[in-house]
């Protein structure tokens, strides 16, 4: 018996051996046969690098694996959140630029009318300003490449111009006078980008400031603009976020906390993979007895909606406009060796009173971008009442009212989309940008007699001076739209105010641009009404938890960014 089991405990393994061996030699003979090798990937590995692998091993055609990736990485994304994306290498620069608070160039600002390149400014201390070179000179050639009249693309031209600081670029000018046409040797710098566009006082006692993005050097900034109007007696500010679509959280948060008292939520973030981070107030803030309003609009997004929900949810002042766009989710960048990232979605944040603002997404879904446009059709850029309101978000601030979250912030105070001044002929020119081009052109024409002038004021008296109505109104008319009298004076105080606004511009930037456009900005006339009536000594301070480490989080821009109009590109 002992022996008939040693036997089987020999001839067992030596059995299994055979047929193993057998196995063997058939799978490579069908091998050889068909010329295919199978496929078995099993559950727990990796499906999608063996899908790859297998593709490049075995396709039909050599295949550039690099292409394939690249392609599938952002399908991959399609079906997760609207705003976890990822950035080519050969974008991300671009990408991160207006964030990062600079960039490599020359240092000016053009427009490309005719397919000529037109400086309209360069910028104080940079490279052309340096070399001499002036607001109303045409470049004509860069390096050895003719640029002047050959039909480039404007894109292509801010490649030629921006390079890596330190390079050197050669630059053909053609200037008004001047015969032939003047070299410049160029190195290229480090060009700084604001993302405070514009900080004055729009009326005795009231600030004004305007934040278009929240990048790294947006505190800062905002703190500069804050001492200079505090200097000039301001007493109340207004906050303008219209069309400011989001950025770093930090930049949102600090300049919260320059509003709030000791101890007071500003926002908290949370996810699967992250633990509740809250963010607190320290008293330490310029502005925590000053009255403050906030402006938001559509395009108001992500950062922005979570420093109007800081100052909403705590009663600290007022929001007004229109519902924000409705950004809720945290990215963090990842970058990958050959200078590309992802930016995925880690976490939620949370506005004060706990509510959450993101506006609803299907995944994968294409109907997320349309919801500004649905949004207008509606009518609920006209009337409040056309906003749909979910009564099961519905949150209490401390002073008890009411805030909706699950789609962007609701003002406090609606502001419906200014059609006054509207008209026919108006919608004729505005929507062949005839005031642009009018603008842009008699300021070109004109540099000589509109120099000197260096104030908004000093830009309207002399303007309306020359007529530039009538101007405006011939050149129109030339340009296919007749002139109609009624329609005209019911929108003279719109056309003309842009036409002043945007010439001053051209000569002054953004110092000429915004105290005129201003005074035709509904919804900031009607900021400065409200403000008025704010009661400084009717901030308090509220005791909440002493405030934990910080950890900074990048908000970033929708795949579907909404851009405002350019005057021109800067490079």
Not at 56 to 72: G, K, N, R
């Amino acid at each position: 018996m002992e022996y008939n089991n040693r036997r089987k405990d020999i001839l067992y393994p030596l059995a299994i051996a055979a047929v193993l061996a057998i196995g063997l030699f058939l799978g490579f003979s069908l091998k050889k046969q068909s010329g295919r090798t199978s496929l078995t990937v099993y559950p727990k590995t990796d499906k999608l690098s063996s899908v790859l692998n297998f593709i490049e091993d075995q396709y039909v055609d050599t295949v550039a694996m690099e292409v394939l990736v690249e392609s599938a990485i952002p399908t991959l994304l399609k079906n997760l959140d609207p705003h976890s994306v990822y950035i080519p290498a050969s974008d991300l620069k671009a990408v991160n630029e207006p964030l990062d608070g600079g960039f490599d160039g020359i240092g000016v600002t053009f427009n490309m009318p005719n397919d000529t390149i037109v400086v309209v400014t360069t910028i104080p201390g940079g490279p052309s300003e340096r070399v001499g070179i002036m607001p109303g000179d045409r470049i004509v050639s860069i390096d050895d490449s003719l640029v002047a009249g050959v039909n480039i693309p404007q894109d292509d031209i801010v490649k030629m111009l921006k390079g890596h600081n330190g390079t050197k670029v050669k630059l053909g000018i053609g200037r008004s006078g001047v015969p032939d046409a003047i070299y410049f040797d160029l190195i290229r710098d480090k060009i700084p980008i604001y993302s405070i566009d514009i900080s004055f006082m729009v009326e005795p006692g009231i600030g004004y400031i305007k934040i278009s993005r929240f990048a790294r050097t947006t505190y800062t900034e905002f703190i500069t603009a804050v001492e200079k109007l505090q200097k000039q007696g301001m007493e109340r500010i207004v906050i303008d976020l219209r069309g400011n679509n989001g950025g770093y959280l930090d930049a949102a948060t600090n300049i919260a906390n320059e509003f709030l008292p000791e101890g007071k939520l500003i926002v908290y973030t949370q996810g699967k993979a992250r633990a509740r981070q809250n963010v607190y107030s320290n008293a330490k803030g310029r502005c925590v007895n000053t009255p403050v309003a906030v402006l938001i609009d559509e395009f108001s997004a992500s950062a922005s909606e979570i420093l109007a929900g800081a100052i909403q949810d705590n009663d600290r002042g007022e929001v007004i406009g229109r519902r924000s766009f409705g950004k809720g989710l945290v990215q963090e960048q990842v970058l990958f060796s050959d200078g590309s990232a992802l930016r995925l979605t880690i976490a939620r944040y949370y506005t004060p009173t706990g509510r959450s603002i993101q506006k609803p997404y299907d995944l994968g879904s294409e109907d997320y971008y349309h919801d500004i446009s649905n949004r207008f059709l509606h009518g609920e850029f006209q009337e409040k009442d056309s906003i749909r309101l979910d009564d099961s978000l519905k949150y209490t601030t401390p002073k008890g009212r009411t805030v909706y979250g699950g789609g962007g912030i609701m003002p406090d105070h609606f502001i419906p989309l200014d059609t006054t001044g509207t008209s026919p002929y108006f919608n004729l020119v505005a929507r062949r940008n005839l005031i642009f081009r009018f603008a842009f052109q008699y300021s070109d024409r004109n540099r000589k007699s509109l120099s000197p002038l260096k104030t908004p004021t000093d830009f309207t008296g002399y303007l309306r001076g020359v007529n530039i109505m009538e101007q405006f109104i011939s050149f129109a008319d030339k340009q296919g739209v007749k002139p109609n009298r009624s329609q005209i004076n019911t929108s003279k105080l719109i056309i003309e105010t842009q036409l002043i606004a945007y010439i001053a511009r051209n000569i002054i930037d953004d110092e000429g641009f915004y105290p005129i456009i201003t005074q035709i900005d509904n919804t900031l006339l009607k900021a400065i009404e409200i403000i008025k009536q704010e009661d400084s000594e009717s901030i308090t301070a509220m005791v909440t938890p002493l405030k934990p480490s910080m950890r900074v989080f990048y908000l970033s821009h929708s795949r579907s960014q909404v851009t405002k109009d350019l005057v021109a590109d800067m490079v």
